[in-house]
């Protein structure tokens, strides 16, 4: 039999071996798991990174117009303020406010009487002086068989005959008499004198008008057609001059304020012939047919003339475009989703779109957004670009070379 010792002894031995048995469990688990995230880490470092999100853009080929744009406010072709050239009592007012009148239509007639009397008495006065020169002639034939025949001295023949310019600068008097009678009445039908619209009106029948007045009673606007009078810098007034000087007419068009809406097409007029100094600028005047009044009389406008029109040019966003120490480059995107640097040579920038001469061709996909993030040779994940609203496809010439 064992003693107790004995007994205790094996216990302890039995212990130890189960406390080293658990603690080489626990470092074979523990190496399994340190080498696992080992592996797993490594796993990961070896993986390739996500693709960046970025905005795409394709480059297009076509014919590109090129436009300088300014600010302009609409004018009338003709603005006449009409006044009355006699004095009298309207009878009457035969247009209302805001009509579209035709040239030589009757507006306002002022009293015509009195320029009748004046009219009738000038009729008289003729028939009176022709009269008496009728009866100077007779007597001037009398007295000059009475001289002939030595009966009267010459003297007397000589005093009749002078009576016959008298009359007569008296008979020319009472014809221009008559005439300024019927030029009265002529004034008392005030008629357009263009085709226009009717302004508000500032007289009513029965008012007194006189000559002396200052204020028109009314005021005609041509709309049709109409004038925009708009401002360049005169940096680009020798690029218009020469298309002027090439011939042809230069087409002009006319957008709302916001820049967006297109209200009408013309064509340019003519060229101020002096640049104003305080601004740098100089003005041109275009004109516009205005068939649907969408322009107006001091309306203000942004005008865009087309300068040239580039014919199989390559545009781009002009978001696309990135500058670096070797000058400007565009990140293109391959079919792989990869994106490379590609150096390119700007012809000129219009608004947010720019021409590209050389670097890229017709069809290539550019990064638009995003290319903070990017460097040559990594993937992406192209997005269509965001649509801004308000944006047009023209404007200013940002840059040309």
């Known amino acids: 039999m064992q003693t107790g010792a004995s007994l205790q002894s094996a216990r302890r031995g039995r212990k130890s071996v189960w406390g080293v048995s658990l603690g080489l469990v626990l470092a074979l688990a523990v190496c399994a798991v340190l080498a696992g995230c080992g592996q797993s880490k490594k796993a990961r470092a070896s993986a390739p990174p996500p693709p960046v999100p970025v905005g795409?853009?394709?480059?297009?080929?076509?014919?590109?117009?090129?436009?300088?744009?300014?600010?302009?406010?609409?004018?009338?072709?003709?603005?006449?303020?009409?006044k009355t050239r006699i004095d009298g009592q309207i009878m009457q007012v035969n247009f209302t406010e805001g009509q579209d009148v035709k040239a030589g239509e009757l507006l306002i007639l002022i009293d015509p009487r009195p320029y009748q009397v004046a009219l009738a008495q000038a009729e008289a006065n003729l028939q009176k002086d022709e009269a008496q020169l009728k009866n100077a002639k007779a007597q001037y034939e009398r007295n000059k068989v009475l001289y002939e025949q030595g009966v009267i001295a010459k003297q007397d023949l000589d005093t009749l005959?002078?009576?016959?310019?008298?009359?007569?600068?008296?008979?020319?008097?009472d014809k221009a008499a008559i005439e300024s009678a019927k030029l009265n009445l002529t004034y008392c039908r005030i008629t357009s004198p263009i085709n226009g619209r009717v302004g508000l009106r500032q007289v009513d029948p029965g008012n007194y008008v006189t000559a002396a007045g200052n204020t028109p009673m009314l005021t005609i606007t041509q709309l049709?057609?109409?004038?925009?009078?708009?401002?360049?810098?005169?940096?680009?007034l020798q690029q218009v001059e020469q298309r002027i000087r090439q011939g042809g007419t230069l087409e002009v068009d006319a957008y709302s304020r916001d820049d967006v809406t297109k209200l009408a097409t013309g064509t340019l007029l003519t060229v101020n012939n002096q640049i104003d100094p305080t601004t740098g600028t100089v003005q041109l005047k275009a004109t516009f047919d205005n068939p649907d009044n969408a322009l107006w009389p001091n309306q203000f406008v942004n005008a865009h003339l087309l300068l040239k029109t580039l014919k199989n040019a390559l545009t781009a966003p002009a978001s696309a475009l990135q500058r670096g120490p070797d000058?400007?480059?565009?990140?293109?995107?391959?079919?792989?989703?990869?994106?490379q640097m590609r150096p390119v040579d700007i012809a000129l920038t219009q608004g947010a779109t720019v021409v590209i001469e050389k670097g890229i061709q017709a069809g290539d996909r550019v990064v638009t957004d995003?290319?903070?993030?990017?460097?040559?040779?990594?993937?992406?994940?192209?997005?269509?670009?965001?649509?801004?609203?308000?944006?047009?496809?023209s404007g200013n010439i940002g840059s040309q070379t």
Do not use: C, W
Not at 385 to 390: C, E, V, Y
């Open 56 to 82: 795409v853009a394709a480059v297009k080929e076509g014919d590109f117009n090129v436009y300088l744009t300014g600010l302009g406010t609409v004018q009338a072709f003709n603005t006449v303020a009409l």
């Open 161 to 173: 005959q002078a009576s016959f310019g008298t009359f007569e600068g008296t008979i020319a008097s």
């Open 224 to 236: 049709h057609p109409i004038s925009l009078v708009f401002t360049l810098p005169e940096d680009q």
């Open 370 to 393: 995003g290319q903070e993030k990017l460097q040559a040779g990594m993937r992406v994940a192209p997005q269509a670009p965001a649509r801004k609203s308000g944006s047009t496809t």
């Open 327 to 339: 000058g400007t480059f565009v990140y293109a995107v391959d079919s792989n989703n990869t994106v």
